[in-house]
């Protein structure tokens, strides 16, 4: 099973849920993160993420931002998109129904619709992260409760 995370920057929520994720998968699951920008690419995930992933035990500081590519189409059973622009975007990149069977909202996964959004926390503080670390980590539980089953 290989299991992308998206959002916009890949520095913040993406990573912390890949890290996240990691934790929650045997070894032989594959998972990554990715950004619909480009903007970040190479660069490691914002300070302030990666203390609070720190926080929680898990070190997502070897992670490098890169942007999404067709090939992640191919070669990812998951993708799950941490808002409704970037799931809009990841989506106006797919080539076919196939491909966009694999992308969805990262917080749908709750059955929760009216709050499907991760919020960015990279305008906010440290309370901000670790907010967003609560919500991958309920996400994450849900997803790995689906593809263990």
């Known amino acids: 099973m290989k299991i992308l995370m998206v959002c916009l920057g890949n520095i913040c929520r ?7 994720m990691k934790t929650k ?9 990715a950004g619909t920008i480009s903007m970040h690419e190479g660069k490691h995930p914002d300070k302030r993420a990666i203390k609070t992933a720190e926080n929680h035990n898990i070190d997502i500081s070897k992670q490098r ?3 999404i590519t067709n090939a992640d189409f191919k070669n990812f059973d998951k993708i ?5 622009d970037v799931f809009e975007d990841v989506i ?28 960015d926390p990279y305008w906010g503080g440290m309370d901000d ?4 670390f609560q919500l991958l980590e ?11 089953q």
């Not at 994450?140 to 409760?145: D, L, P, S």
């Open 80 to 84: 799950y998109c941490m808002d409704i």
């Open 25 to 33: 998968v045997p070894e032989n699951f594959f998972v990554d993160s």
């Open 14 to 20: 993406s990573p912390l849920a890949e890290g996240i």
């Open 65 to 67: 931002s890169r942007p």
């Open 138 to 148: 309920k996400g994450c539980n849900k997803i790995a409760e689906q593809v263990l």
């Open 129 to 132: 992260f670790e907010n967003v």
């Open 92 to 119: 106006s990149k797919t080539e076919n129904e196939q491909q966009r069977q694999k992308v969805s909202l990262f917080m749908e996964v709750l059955g929760d619709h009216e709050n499907a959004e991760v919020p």
